[in-house]
């Protein structure tokens, strides 16, 4: 009786061992980063991103790349006096000037740094830039047939 005991206690912690693997593995703070969608193209995006990191906070920008887009620097923040490592990443989107994906990285800080980089990022395009442009009211790409509906 003392042996099917312990075989019960000894299947249940593995059982526990594993739900904590599967909830460490696939919780949402696991993936740390964060996203916006920039409609403001790259160039305008870029040259905002750049002026935000350097200029409105000062921070080092330790390697950037404009033809691949990303900048990194050493964030730091008013609670942290260490600066700790930080990229921000554009990714292009399919037309030179559509939308573009800005990703924003600090693995050694909390998730909602990233979000309010990104948010401070983009109230400052809307400053800057103002309302972003209307997509449905540009007009078509050269080369597409205007009679396909």
Same mark, same amino acid.
């Given at each position: 009786m003392i042996w099917g005991a312990s075989k019960a206690a000894l299947l249940g912690i593995l059982a526990g061992i594993g739900v904590a693997v599967a909830i460490v593995a696939f919780a949402p703070w696991a993936?740390?980063?964060a996203m916006y969608e920039s409609p403001y193209g790259y160039e305008r995006t870029w040259n905002a #991103? /750049? %002026?935000f990191l350097r200029v409105d906070n000062g921070w080092k920008v330790t390697e950037k790349d404009? #033809?691949? *887009?990303y900048l /990194?620097?050493?964030y730091q923040s008013l609670e942290n006096t260490k600066p700790t490592a930080g990229s921000l990443e554009l990714v292009r989107g399919r037309d030179? =000037? *559509?939308p573009v994906s800005v990703v924003v990285q600090l693995p050694r800080m909390p998730h909602y740094?990233?979000?309010?980089m990104l948010d401070? /990022? #983009?109230s400052k395009m809307r400053r800057e830039y103002g309302d972003p442009? =209307? %997509?449905s009211r540009l007009p078509p790409p050269p080369g597409a047939d205007a009679s396909v509906e």
């Open positions: 993936d740390a980063k #991103a /750049l %002026r404009d #033809a691949n *887009g /990194l620097f050493e030179a =000037d *559509g740094h990233e979000q309010v401070t /990022l #983009a442009p =209307d %997509r």
